[in-house]
Every structure is written in structure tokens, then in C-alpha cells.
């Protein structure tokens, strides 16, 4: 019966070094070739600046740029976990009561689809510009949280859920020790995207927003260097939060590898 | 012709669960079960064999209680104790297992359900070590082939030493050689440990190598159609699955599904 396969199978290392060279290639062909645009036809830096000056930019306006890094990362996060805290929190609910479903479900689609640009200057008003914009990343990056757990608590194996009824299992045990971990897959591939769209509704929110002060976020700092004309630093800006969205992607990636590494499909590779 | 004669071998014993005048329903119409009359003796190893469709998996469902039967009466002996979940075990066609638990923890399952963790360790460890899967305890699922699932899913049953295991055609999915290795297994396991099993079985083959009683069960309404007692002698081999004994008692067998498909037909 010793027809078990071997565990931790990996991806050939040398496709695993394609996977990351190329990428980095093609980064530094781009960079090349924006250079060399940049130089032959001598585009002058408030329309597009080279992308050594943006590095530069970046480590002379460092004091700026990570104060704002920071106030945008802290709505982030605090967004993100709000909006998992909501997502999962309203989906179990509503796994255990198709009353409160049938009630609150329309009003989550609702929020999901009305767009955050539109609610941002009204949530402005009524709270203060950090509660706001806070709000902003919550409604954007709830509802796949919400939506893909839903689908989780859903697809719990039949026979799996008559098992549990069988040796008389709890509400609780059955929420916990079935369908909480049929859904795990689920949850973090909704965490993926609204990881991502919490930095999202942050930069909308702070645009929206478009107050100065020390409280000011990356975007609003785009925002201002725009009307400056302070292009190479709206660039470097630009370059901080796409670090910060892709950091944010890699580091659910990771989770969601180191949790499901062992037993779920998506994290396995065949050897072929 | 088959149905009381050999019926009589075994009428000594109170059942251990009696099926009376079950019947079953579905809400899209379909009558599943009529009028079910079946008796499981205690130790005994009983198959219920019939076409897929004939309502077998679902009388299986209905002693479990994970099914009410729409009519009719489910009678236990010693109803408090046997009728107690715990008592149960069930083994379902496909392994069933939680793919994100290790082999020891979906086996341990049934004892921390019912809240009896401070013993589970030696019971998993037994009961791991019954179906040949004790170097196995944390491997995952996944990693495991089809008759080590479902020797997995085989001991989660064991754990809880029920007195009655339930199993629906648990090794119709495997191939032939696994089966066969399986069936060896469970007779040894069934001899060893005295439990009542019903088997739930397509296979004409696997019902009369495995069992000391064939009910055989006729389709849309299910019901039962003849009963054949397999007078063949414990422990059963490959010499028996070879033998001239085993080749007339599936002849018999067959003979009877035929007659139990042609009067499904007829109803």
C-alpha cells in the first residue's frame, strides 16, 4: 500500500529562476529604454522625468515621502483588517441565519457596487478626514472578504457536514472543525484582493480628501506635487505605493502558502 | 424461492436494529423505499445488494439517522445505548476525510466531537495500527492513495468501538486489486472484533465473498426481494473467492438481482 506520494514536491529550480529574472529583465529593459527616451529627445523633468532624478527625488524628499508612506500603510492595514474582521465576521453571521442574510445581504452589494469615488466627498462630510478615509478602504475591501467567505461556508463537503451530524457535533464545532477550515482557501483568496483594494480606497479617499497638513497620505501628496508641477516626485510617490500594493500582494501570498502548503490544491505542484 | 428457506438459519438473536415497514419518500416524488422490512442480527455481516437507485444507501441513511424514514418504524435493541451516535460508525462511498487534518486527526475527529480527548491518543494509535496505517499518523490525506483514504476513514469509524458499522459501498471507487485487498481486510477486522456491519454493495462478488447474508432489494419502490444466507466458512480467502462453493452462491446471487430487476420493472 506504500503508493504515497512524496510530499513538499517543488517546481524545478530553474524554472523557479525564470519566474524571477525575467520579471527583473523586463523591469530593467523599461528602465533602459525610459532613460534613453528621457535623454535623446531631452524631455525636460516637469513633463517626464528620468528615472535616475525619481531615485533621486525619492532620497532627498525621503522625509516627506515616508512620513506620508506611513499614514497611507496605517489606513491600509487598519482598513484591511477591518475589512476582514467585517468580511468574515458578516459572512458567518449570515451562514448561521438566513433571516439576517436575506436582510443585510442587498445592503452589502449595494456598498459594493455604488463607486468609492462617488461616497468619498459625502463620507467627508459627515467624518472626520481620518475616520473617512479609513471608511473608504473598509467599503472597497470588505465585500470580496465578505462574498468569498460566504462561497466557502457554502462548499463544505456533503458528506463531510453528514459526518459531523452523525457524531452529533455542535453549531459551534461544526462552524469550527468543518466549515471555518473548508473556507480558509476561500478567505485568503479574498484577502489577496482586498489587500490590494484597501490601498485602493485609501489613495481614492485621500484624493478625495485633498487636505494638507502633517496628516497627509501618498496620494495627497501626488495630489500636491501635481499642482506644483513636481513631477518627479509625484513619480516617486507613484513608486512608493506600487512597492507598498505589490509588498502588501507577496505577504498574503506567503500566508496563504505557509497555511495551505501542506493540503489544499492550489498550494501543491505536480510533478508531471 | 429465495426468500424464507435460507432466512431461517438466522432467526435465532433480537436484531440489533429492525427496519419495519419503512418507507421513504423524496419531496421531488420519488418513492426511494416501500414498505422496507429487514432485520441486522447481532455480529452478523449483512450486505444489502441491489442496482444503484434501489434505495439501499438510502436505507443505510435511515438507520444512521441521518434520514427520517416517511413511514414506518426503526425498532433498536437496547435502544439508549445503540441508538446513541457515538454507537454508530458509518463508512461512506467516497473517503470523506478533511483534507486541511492529518490522517491522525481526522481519525481522532469522532472523539473530540463527543468531547472525549483525554483517551484519544492510545484509541487513535489503535485504531491507526487495526488498518495498517500507523506510520501514516501525519501524513495529510492528499498525500495518501485511494485504499489508505479509505482505510483512514475505515479507522475514524473503528474509533469510537461502535457496535455497529454502517458502510455504503466504501470500496466501489477503488480498483479491483485494492478492493480485493480490502475485502480480506475488513473480513479479518469484522472477525477480530465481532462488530455487526451492514454493507451496501453493487457487486454481486463482493456481496457473496464478504457476507453471511445477501439481501437483495428490487428498485423504485426499493424493497427487499429475496435473502440468501452464504453458508461458506470464516476465515475466507482467495481459495474461497476461487472455489466451486463461491462460484454457484454468485450464480445464486445474480440470478436473484436479475429477478429483483425484472419485478423493479415490472412495478
Not at chain 1, 510530499?7 to 533602459?32: K, Y
Request: a positive charge.
Amino acid at each position: 500500500m506504500n503508493e504515497a506520494r512524496p510530499n513538499g514536491e517543488r517546481r524545478p529550480r530553474s524554472d523557479r529562476r525564470l519566474r524571477v529574472l525575467l520579471p527583473i529583465a523586463v523591469l530593467a529593459l523599461g528602465v533602459v529604454l525610459w532613460d534613453a527616451v528621457v535623454r535623446v529627445y531631452a524631455i525636460p523633468p516637469y513633463v517626464l522625468p528620468g528615472p535616475l532624478l525619481v531615485l533621486s527625488t525619492l532620497v532627498s524628499d525621503w522625509s516627506v515621502l515616508s512620513a506620508s508612506l506611513l499614514v497611507t500603510l496605517t489606513t491600509t492595514l487598519e482598513g484591511f483588517a477591518l475589512a476582514v474582521v467585517g468580511g468574515v465576521g458578516l459572512a458567518v453571521l449570515f451562514n448561521q441565519s438566513r433571516l439576517i442574510e436575506y436582510s443585510l445581504y442587498p445592503y452589502a452589494v449595494i456598498l459594493q457596487v455604488t463607486p468609492v469615488v462617488a461616497i468619498a466627498p459625502l463620507l467627508l462630510i459627515y467624518l472626520p478626514q481620518q475616520g473617512a478615509v479609513l471608511a473608504c478602504a473598509w467599503i472597497v475591501a470588505f465585500f470580496p472578504v465578505l462574498a468569498n467567505t460566504t462561497l466557502g461556508l457554502n462548499s463544505v463537503d456533503h458528506n463531510l457536514a453528514d459526518l459531523f451530524r452523525l457524531y452529533g457535533a455542535t453549531r459551534v464545532q461544526v462552524l469550527w472543525e468543518l466549515k471555518l477550515p473548508a473556507a480558509l482557501p476561500y478567505i485568503l483568496g479574498g484577502l489577496k484582493i482586498a489587500g490590494g483594494l484597501s490601498l485602493i480606497g485609501a489613495v481614492v479617499a485621500e484624493i478625495a480628501a485633498g487636505s494638507a497638513g502633517a496628516g497627509s497620505g501618498l496620494a495627497y501628496r501626488i495630489a500636491e506635487s501635481g499642482y506644483r508641477l513636481n513631477i518627479p516626485r509625484m513619480f516617486a510617490a507613484l513608486l512608493l505605493l506600487s512597492i507598498a500594493g505589490i509588498v502588501i500582494f507577496f505577504a498574503l501570498s506567503y500566508l496563504s502558502h505557509l497555511l495551505l502548503r501542506r493540503w489544499h490544491e492550489s498550494a501543491i505542484v505536480r510533478e508531471v | 424461492m429465495f426468500t424464507k428457506s435460507s432466512a431461517s438459519a438466522f432467526s435465532s438473536g433480537v436484531p440489533v436494529v429492525a427496519l419495519r415497514g419503512v418507507g421513504k419518500i423524496f419531496a421531488n416524488g420519488i418513492v426511494a423505499l416501500e414498505r422496507l422490512d429487514l432485520d441486522v442480527r447481532p455480529g452478523e455481516l449483512v450486505s444489502l445488494l441491489g442496482p444503484s437507485g434501489c434505495g439501499k444507501s438510502t436505507a443505510l441513511r435511515i438507520i444512521a439517522g441521518l434520514s427520517e424514514p416517511s413511514n414506518g418504524e426503526i425498532e433498536w435493541s437496547q435502544a439508549a445505548e445503540i441508538a446513541n451516535p457515538r454507537r454508530l460508525g458509518f463508512v461512506f462511498q467516497e473517503p470523506t476525510l478533511m483534507p486541511w487534518a492529518t490522517v491522525a486527526a481526522n481519525v481522532r475527529l469522532p472523539l473530540k466531537l463527543a468531547g472525549l480527548d483525554i483517551t484519544a491518543d492510545a484509541r487513535v494509535a489503535a485504531a491507526l495500527a487495526r488498518v495498517g496505517l500507523s506510520g501514516f499518523a501525519d501524513s495529510y490525506p492528499r498525500e495518501l492513495s485511494g485504499g489508505m483514504k479509505m482505510r483512514t476513514a475505515i479507522a475514524r469509524a473503528l474509533v469510537t468501538e461502535p457496535q455497529l458499522l454502517l458502510m455504503d459501498e466504501p470500496f466501489a471507487a477503488l480498483d479491483e486489486i485494492t478492493r480485493f485487498r480490502l475485502n480480506n481486510d475488513l473480513l479479518s477486522l469484522w472477525q477480530s472484533l465481532r462488530k455487526t456491519v451492514v454493507f451496501v454493495t453493487h457487486s454481486v462478488f463482493e456481496s457473496v465473498y464478504l457476507s453471511q447474508r445477501v439481501i437483495v432489494m428490487t428498485r423504485r419502490p426499493g424493497r427487499v426481494f429475496a435473502e440468501l444466507a452464504i453458508d461458506a466458512p470464516y476465515p475466507r480467502d482467495e481459495r474461497f473467492r476461487t472455489s466451486a462453493d463461491y462460484a454457484g452462491y454468485c450464480r445464486l446471487v445474480s440470478e436473484a438481482l436479475a429477478g429483483a430487476m425484472l419485478a423493479g420493472e415490472g412495478a
